[in-house]
């Protein structure tokens, strides 16, 4: 499946953090920090309903929990977001009740960090700005490595075409051997006393090596 085209980030604005889980009060308060600290939060309850979140905001990172009520959604969100082209650039950071390695092998390696509850609010800040920040400059990467091979791209058909009206240019100017019939090819254009010629290759009938005069419309032999 081919990657859909990332948007570079715009500096400008503030990154937009959305957080899911199902504790309002750690939502509260994360969000609160957050937000007096320049970040932009959003908050969403359930994991499933997270996913239509993630399609209005289009947010610079999600930190969501792994359990909700005794389940844990958050392992098939992260995974929902890791599968669709639109949404697997987004730095995931999935918090764990209990410790890390009791998290699903596969969310594990999906998330692209795993922390365990509680967490403090400026660590859990702190962390999302160094994601955020790594997220944001490796697509400017992107960015420039597509621009490059855009532009490169564009150079490679410039020269293809070039080669191809050089080629038709030079099969224009072939000229049958006056001798014996043959196809000669065009080597250059040059003058002989003040008058141009278009000069051509040896017959490879052994007729000799000739030059044409277009304006008097005569052969000349070389030798």
Known sequence: MQAAPVSPPRPDIPPIVLLVDDDRDALATYSAFFEASGVWAATSTAADEALDAVEELKPDLIVTALGFDG??????????LRSRADTRHIPLILLSPSDVAEVPEQARAEADLCLVKPVAAHTLLATTRRLIEHSREA???LERARNRAAEL???????????????????????LCPQCGNSLDWIERGRIGGSEYDYYRWCLKGCGLYCYDRHASKWVKLA
């Not at 389940?71 to 929902?80: I, Y």
């Open 71 to 80: 389940e844990t959604p958050g392992a098939d969100l992260v995974h929902s």
């Open 139 to 141: 697509r400017r990467r």
């Open 153 to 175: 791209s564009g150079r490679a058909t410039a020269a293809v075409t070039k080669a191809r009206h050089l080629a038709a240019a030079v099969e224009s100017r072939r000229r």
